[in-house]
């Protein structure tokens, strides 16, 4: 017979106002114009406000002298683009946003609790490039006070969205999920029970394990390979739209300024009529309970926006900060910097600095960049140098695009000439570099000539 245990443990969740300000800072310009349009639809104490002129964020002046002022009044986002016309910028592909908003609306097909909405939402946001979920569904769970089992319940469901494969937990939960329509079928097997075999190419062991023949094999693999490995890269690949950039910096003296980029999106404020209503003792209980629902509903819409505006500009600021080399017009010589630097800097959650960087985009004089691309790892070279592991991957896919295609570079050769280059990186690290650059091993780079 069981026995009944009380435990005491500390837990975080999101209350309903923090997972609010969490979804609005995730969107990006243009799909918080939609959020916005959407929410004065669905809520009567919610309005927008007669046009007034109001600062974003107040001035700041720091000991770098980066001025970090933002004054709408002194910005049309037309001028700004004109004053591009004398460059030539290659724009950004839209990427994340557009694809997990489109996510976002296939729930609708489901009738999701609102908890549960809330849950497969978070699972989408957070979505990597290649559309697999990266972090444990009980860290999901805990933030939401459910069971693991209940995230993976709504994981389950999320994995039947288009694209098929998408929230796969990695790449052989990817092609299971593509296969499971026949999991009779040879193929699913392949992928379900022998993956070690599969993919590290002993195909001789499949063979005797399920008894099929060279050609069996052959059309079984070819099966797989139409399978879709990298779900989210493939469906961004369809897109050419250019990214509206939610910041924007300009150079004025020797200071930089910062503007959000959203003084044209509606001003909200309470609708003053519903809210007398509340006070008035002659409405029912549940018309006044509704109409605080809406109220509170209405205030933290509001006051996500203001976070939202506030956090991409300090995150923002510390960038600037963070990156002087590239700020000052080296584009290309990047400080080792990562999202827990900047969290523990402005005293914020990493989920919330995640948040602030995916999909949004700030224009820069040198061009239109993803906040993300500013982060990346360090590296140790011989002089004792920490130095970014961009410079080693530039620099790789130098050596890849220099070589003598009808005998490519092994691992071993490009960390030899690494090596050389003062970069003492291990065979590992390059073939780890190599994947992230998408080249394959070098026998498969090969070409024949003729």
């Known amino acids: 017979m069981s026995k009944l245990k009380q435990k005491q443990s500390l837990r975080q969740s999101l209350s309903p106002q923090q997972l609010i300000q969490a979804n609005i800072l995730q969107l990006n310009v243009s799909h918080l114009e939609k959020k916005i349009l959407d929410e004065l639809e669905k809520n009567p104490l919610l309005e927008q406000s007669e046009s007034e002129e109001i600062p974003l964020v107040d001035s700041k002046q720091t000991d770098e002298q980066v001025d970090f002022e933002e004054d709408p009044d002194e910005y049309e986002p037309s001028n700004i683009y004109d004053n591009h016309n004398s460059h030539s910028y290659d724009f950004p592909i839209k990427q994340q946003v557009d694809f997990i908003e489109s996510l976002v609306q296939q729930l609708d097909a489901y009738k999701f609790k609102d ?14 490039d290649n559309g697999y979920l990266p972090i444990e569904p009980i860290l999901i769970a805990d933030r939401f006070q459910r069971t693991s089992s209940d995230v993976i319940k709504i994981l389950q469901k999320v994995q039947q969205l288009d694209p098929p494969g998408i929230a796969a937990r990695d790449l052989q939960d990817c092609l299971k999920i593509q296969l499971s329509h026949n999991k009779n079928s040879f193929a699913y097997k392949i992928v379900t029970e ?73 001003e909200l404020s309470l609708n003053d009529k519903y809210v007398n209503i509340m006070d008035q003792k002659k409405i029912s209980t549940d018309e006044k309970k509704y109409l605080k629902e809406k109220f509170n509903s209405a205030s933290w819409f509001i006051s996500a926006i203001k976070q939202r505006r506030k956090t991409l500009f ?13 700020f000052e017009g080296d584009t290309k010589s990047l400080i080792p910097m990562k999202l827990k630097d900047i969290a523990e800097e402005l005293n914020m959650d990493i989920s919330t600095i995640s948040r602030s960087t995916r999909g949004k985009y700030v224009d820069t004089p040198y061009g239109i960049f993803e906040l993300k691309s500013f982060f990346t790892d360090g590296y140790i070279i011989k002089s004792g140098e920490e130095v970014s592991t961009k410079i080693i991957k530039d620099l790789l896919k130098q050596l890849i695009d220099d070589e003598d295609k009808k005998s490519p570079l092994t691992d071993s050769h490009l960390a030899e000439k690494l090596n050389i280059k003062g970069y003492p990186v291990a065979r590992r690290t390059v073939a780890k570099y190599r994947e992230q650059l998408e080249f394959p091993v070098a026998r498969l780079r090969r070409q024949l000539t003729h």
Do not use: C
Not at 221 to 245: A, M, W
């Open 194 to 266: 022998h993956f070690d075999d599969f993919s590290n190419h002993r195909y001789e062991n499949i063979q005797k394990k399920l008894n099929i023949g060279n050609e069996s094999l052959s059309e079984i693999l070819q099966e797989i390979s139409k399978l879709d490995p990298h779900p989210r890269k493939s469906k961004i690949g369809e897109e050419s739209e250019t990214v509206v950039p939610d910041l924007l910096i300009l150079r004025q003296d020797e200071n930089w300024k910062i503007i959000v980029n959203d003084s044209w999106i509606p």
């Open 314 to 326: 300090l995150v923002m600021k510390e960038i600037i900060i963070r990156q002087p080399k590239f």
């Open 115 to 128: 908890w549960e909405r809330a849950i497969a939402e978070e699972i989408l946001w957070n979505l990597d």
